[in-house]
């Protein structure tokens, strides 16, 4: 588990703005899974997991008088390591420094509404720490069951379910197997005939984690992360695995050897960061071409692979003849053998190599 200061919150490597005045923010590149793609339903232990390391970064934030605002599973990655994974939180686009009340209008909404607490609904402005406790319940409860608490049909429907409506109890699968692969799409996931499990500490953990009075829910990530694993032991639901599988096999030293047909090849190591090519100047490889886009196409690493994509440029790209669609990448061949990218008119050479 992440044991330095801020491990769990993606790292800002750098910021700027470019020369028509827009700012921009370059973030570490975290290689990683949903929860749901790693945490199957009834999974006290990998849900645990989760919470211990959320709820320890958001413990920093707080400590900082910083309150996240719109925690959710889409803003949590699990990073690949070797003892299995770590949760990593990756998007403070609405966070808020509780010193700084005036940054926020009363009356305001900020947030996702399946995981917003109740004092956010009514005012976005006075919200604390609570708040993202709440959060945090809310998806260890959809990791746990496959469903949302509250899941009304429109945004008036679901405020009054988050304010006034009862804490939907638990229904948590038998036999299963910590550790596995969760679903991709955790609300469908209840088959038909599956028996479920009574789980009557885990409801009383969740109503007071999921309380409707931001002071009667607990007070740290850490101290709700301690609750939930002796709940869930008294409750017979926790089963710790005695191994935890890498989420995937990562490369080793992955580099990139890129060239112009006929010229010598630039090495770019891959773990670094992905590696653009256009013809504007800040990309790492630049073709300088005026049929071709500033940021025309781009090679990254992720589950243990490399990639190619084309970055929404002008007149295209292809790898090995083939075009590629923008915004879908396409492995590289990993055999070591070269390749052909071509940007438009300009050919290219690829060849991934472990060094």
Not at 124 to 152: C, M, Q, S, W
Request: one cysteine or more; aromatic letters at 8%; charged letters at 25%.
């Amino acid at each position: 588990m992440a044991g330095t200061l801020f491990d769990g919150v993606i790292k800002v490597e750098d910021y700027g703005s470019d020369e028509f005045g827009r700012t921009w923010m370059a973030m570490e590149f975290v290689d990683g899974l949903s929860p749901a793609a790693a945490i199957g339903r009834g999974d006290a232990w990998g849900v645990h997991r989760l919470m211990v390391g959320v709820g320890q970064s958001l413990d920093e934030l707080h400590g900082l008088g910083v309150v996240h605002r719109d925690l959710k599973p889409d803003n949590v990655l699990l990073r690949n390591v070797q003892s299995g994974w770590d949760p990593v939180i990756i998007d403070l686009g609405i966070a808020k420094w509780l010193a700084h009340d005036a940054a926020t209008a009363t009356g305001s909404v900020f947030g996702t509404p399946h995981y917003m607490s109740p004092e956010q609904f009514r005012d976005t402005k006075h919200v604390g720490p609570a708040t993202d406790r709440y959060a945090l319940a809310v998806i260890g409860f959809e990791l746990l069951t496959g469903n949302l608490p509250y899941d009304g049909r429109s945004l008036p429907e679901l405020l009054n379910q988050h304010m006034e409506a009862e804490i939907p109890k638990l229904a948590i699968p038998v036999n299963v197997v910590p550790g596995q692969r969760g679903e991709t799409n955790p609300s469908t996931a209840t088959l038909p005939g599956e028996s479920f499990r009574s789980v009557p500490r885990l409801d009383e953990f969740m109503r007071r984690a999921m309380a409707k009075t931001p002071a009667d829910r607990f007070g740290s990530g850490r101290e709700m992360a301690s609750a939930f694993k002796s709940t869930a032991q008294a409750d017979g639901a926790w089963e710790e695995p005695t191994t935890v599988e890498s989420l995937f096999e990562p490369l080793v030293r992955p580099m990139l050897e890129l060239s112009r047909v006929g010229e010598a090849p630039r090495k770019f190591d891959i773990r670094e960061g992905p590696v653009v090519l256009g013809r504007h100047e800040a990309c790492q490889f630049v073709v300088a071409s005026a049929r071709m886009s500033r940021l025309h196409a781009c090679f990254y690493t992720h589950r243990g692979r490399t990639w190619v994509a084309d970055l929404q440029s002008q007149n295209g790209t292809k790898y090995q003849g083939r075009q590629l669609t923008p915004g879908v990448p396409m492995p590289l061949r990993a055999d070591g053998d070269v390749s052909s990218l071509t940007l438009y008119d300009q050919e290219l050479e690829v060849r991934v190599v472990e060094t």
